[in-house]
């Protein structure tokens, strides 16, 4: 009974195994076209070198040297045709969702960040050939440029993101997308509001919070995103905005405390310290006079 | 200690007689040279191994990532441990008005001079970057237990000095005119150390009060040493460490192996240097009855540091105990109790095991217990961190010392052993003028040999 049981788990991982091997990877369709909106500049393959450096290497070795760290199914090394095979949208896809041991680095890294390490990746196809999305176009227009500026009114009680399309010397306000507000704290962005759509004018309203700290001037830093990362790329704005409660809190490293700097040593160490060092010192060099004084007498 | 001198012992025929008992063995001979020469040999195959360790950096010994502290931070709590015996003898018996202490002070003392010199040297060949030592000093803190340590073993060692020379003053000065046989070089050293010193009774009255201040403040000095060096393993929350006893656990260990060293050198200077007179089978039986003590308390304290937490076993403590009493260290675990506790405590229960021969193995095996018991407080911890041992290679999740690592701590025990010798050979290992002065006092009472 028992030997069968552990016979079936054997069986079972040696399936597992095989069957994680051989499983294609299931790509949606119209993730799979995609591309990107911008041809891959050196800048791009740039950056791209070292995110991957940062994040990919460890597991995928050094592109074309077939290093790669020891998993089931392993990843490929990404020369390899199995990776360049890949259309780009299906490398986007796979990066951003992972599969097994391969991570998902939808949370990591943007998506302007995953076009940079393909452009990087496909540095080692010499038949690759970049294809270009279609130029996104809106209410009719294809825009070279597209902005979103940050502004507060007087009463510090709405915070407006306007949304401008630029196109030679036409400047026009997009309507109907949706921008995404955050407040920068410690330890990641605080979205403001909820995400709010753009008027007929191009802006998005979105109420001020009453009660958010600000540093001793009441500013705080935001971050304003366009959702639709897919239209234009990555379009967002940081501004400091005097809109919060002035909030005068002393740092975190500014009392005297145990594990602080020396210059903050608690009080009371400072002065044990000192004072011990001073007394049992103090009295070694009397002692050490005491020597002098008894050579002294003798002569 | 008594506070004044009666200096007619220096009249006294028997001043002789003691002086040149004393002064016999002292002086540069074959077998010093041979011995000497030996240990500089040893000392240099050991400087290469540092020298490996200064080029290749502390990849060369076993420590890693989780084991940072290993064989030289044990050997380090060690040599502090082993220093504290100059305070216990010299000061706390002493002061006392214990007398039969007055031979073996200096023995006593001796050994906090070498042990408390090299354990700072110990300290730097844990440092990858050994040239950063300054920066203990530019940018340490004062809240940092790791400078505290730095204060308190630089003035222990300071102290110590100053009381093994203050104490020998006396002696330089009656040993003037009586080591013809030495070299000249050593007869200077005397008349430099004898700070023209001419028995004049002011000049002991203030020479008593010198002493008497070092001898007060090396207690002080002496309790912090190793209190802070407990701290620096249990101001962290770690198993194993994080105990409030550590300071009164880690002085008593230290008094165990601090009188098993004064023991061994006890019966070396007896039977090497002939001096059965002044150093008697009545002090071995004492220094037995006084490592019985400390060895008592100590057995009470690791009753209470392993049978405390033993009793509720919380998760991390747990794995720990488990580790030292059936795992991986248990065969070393329980012979350093048994051997290094347990069983000397029950044999010196015997008047015949307080013989000198016999003693002088005991010693021998406690000594070396408490170096590996350092070694269980220091290693097992490290190897069990609270977050799960991962990513790394297979070899660094055990502790496993080199032969560099070795070699470099075996060099540091040689430093010390070589300083002793010195120490012993070249200068009077019994103060004179007390055994003088005593004996003037009481001539009645005849030593047991």
Same mark, same amino acid.
């Given at each position: ?299 | ?129 050994? @040239?950063? *030592?300054? #920066?203990? =000093?530019?940018?340490?803190?004062? %809240?940092?237990? $790791? &400078? ?42 005397? @008349?430099? *150390?004898? #700070?023209? =010193?001419?028995?004049?009774?002011? %000049?002991?009255? $203030? &020479? ?46 230290? #008094? ?194």
């Amino acid at each position: 009974m028992i030997l069968k049981s552990i016979f079936f788990v054997l069986l079972n991982f040696i399936v597992a195994g095989l069957f994680a091997q051989t499983t294609p990877w299931d790509v949606p369709a119209d993730r799979s076209a995609k591309l990107s909106t911008t041809a891959f500049t050196d800048q791009n393959r740039n950056t791209g070198r070292n995110l991957y450096q940062a994040n990919c290497k460890s597991c995928h070795g050094d592109p074309g040297k077939n290093n790669v760290i020891k998993l089931v199914p392993p990843p490929p090394d990404p020369a390899a045709t199995q990776l360049q095979q890949n259309t780009d949208g299906s490398l986007h896809f796979k990066i951003s969702e992972g599969r097994g041991a391969m991570p998902s680095f939808k949370n990591i890294l943007n998506s302007a960040e995953i076009w940079n390490i393909i452009a990087f990746l496909r540095t080692f196809n010499k038949d690759y050939q970049q294809q270009l999305a279609v130029k996104p176009t809106f209410g009719g227009e294809v825009f070279d440029k597209v902005e979103l500026k940050l502004t507060a009114d007087q009463t510090h009680t709405t915070i407006v993101a306007q949304l401008t399309g630029f196109k030679g010397s036409l400047v026009k306000p997009i309507a109907g997308l949706e921008v995404k507000l955050f407040a920068v704290r410690y330890f990641g962005n605080l979205m403001v509001d909820k995400p709010m759509d753009t008027n007929a004018e191009g802006k998005a309203l979105f109420s001020c919070p009453k009660n958010l700290p600000g540093d001793a001037s009441g500013n705080v830093s935001l971050v304003a995103q366009l959702s639709n990362e897919e239209l234009f790329g990555l379009v967002k704005t940081e501004s400091t905005l005097a809109i919060g409660l002035p909030t005068d809190r002393p740092p975190l490293n500014e009392p005297r405390a145990l594990w602080n700097v020396v210059q903050k040593t608690p009080v009371w160490l400072l002065i044990s310290y000192l004072a011990s060092v001073l007394v049992v010192w103090g009295f070694i060099v009397v002692v050490l006079l005491k020597l002098r004084t008894i050579s002294k007498l003798g002569e | 200690m008594a506070s004044e001198v009666n200096t007619k012992f220096l009249q006294d025929k028997r001043l002789d007689r003691i002086a040149s008992d004393i002064l016999r063995p002292v002086g540069v001979d074959r077998s010093f040279l041979i011995w000497m020469s030996s240990l500089t040999m040893l000392l240099f195959v050991c400087l290469y191994a540092y020298y490996i360790q200064l080029d290749k950096g502390l990849i060369v010994t076993g420590l890693r990532d989780y084991v940072s502290w290993g064989m030289y931070i044990s050997n380090f709590v060690f040599f502090v441990a082993t220093s504290l015996v100059g305070m216990l003898i010299s000061s706390v018996l002493g002061m006392m008005g214990y007398k039969w202490v007055k031979p073996i002070g200096r023995i006593a003392e001796i050994i906090a001079v070498a042990f408390s010199a090299v354990a700072g040297i110990v300290i730097v060949s844990d440092m990858g970057r050994p @040239e950063r *030592l300054p #920066f203990v =000093f530019m940018f340490g803190r004062i %809240q940092s237990p $790791i &400078l505290w340590d730095v204060t308190v073993v630089t003035t222990y060692m300071t102290l110590s000095i100053l009381l093994y020379v203050f104490t020998m003053i006396p002696d330089m000065a009656i040993s003037r005119g009586r080591i013809g046989h030495t070299p000249p070089w050593l007869q200077k050293t005397y @008349e430099l *150390l004898s #700070f023209n =010193f001419q028995h004049k009774p002011e %000049q002991y009255k $203030i &020479l008593l009060k010198a002493v008497r201040i070092l001898l007060i403040l090396i207690v002080p000095t002496a309790f912090a040493i190793h209190t802070v060096t407990s701290w620096l393993f249990a101001v962290t929350t770690r198993p194993g460490w994080d105990s409030t006893i550590f300071g009164p656990y880690f002085l008593t260990g230290a #008094f165990v192996a601090g009188s098993s060293a004064v023991i061994i050198l006890m019966f070396i200077v007896r039977n090497n240097y002939k001096l059965s007179r002044y150093i008697t089978v009545e002090h071995f039986d004492k220094m037995g009855k006084l490592l019985f003590l400390v060895s008592i308390v100590y057995f009470y304290f690791n009753l209470n540091e392993y049978l405390v937490p033993a009793y509720k076993m919380k998760t991390f403590e747990a794995r720990h105990l488990i580790e030292l009493f059936t795992g991986e260290f248990a065969f070393m675990f329980w012979s350093v109790q048994l051997l290094g506790l347990i069983i000397p405590m029950i044999l010196l229960l015997f008047k015949s095991m307080r013989k000198p021969a016999p003693m002088f193995i005991i010693a021998i095996v406690v000594l070396i217990a408490s170096w590996f018991k350092r070694l269980l407080i220091v290693v097992p911890t490290m190897e069990a961190p609270f977050l799960p041992k991962q990513n790394v290679p297979d070899a660094w999740m055990v502790y496993h010392p080199t032969i560099v690592e070795s070699a470099i701590t075996v060099g540091t025990i040689t430093l010390a052993v070589m300083i002793i010798s010195v120490l012993m050979k070249l200068f009077p290992v019994i103060p004179i003028w007390e055994i003088a002065e005593e004996e003037s006092a009481h001539p009645d009472q005849q030593p047991v040999e």
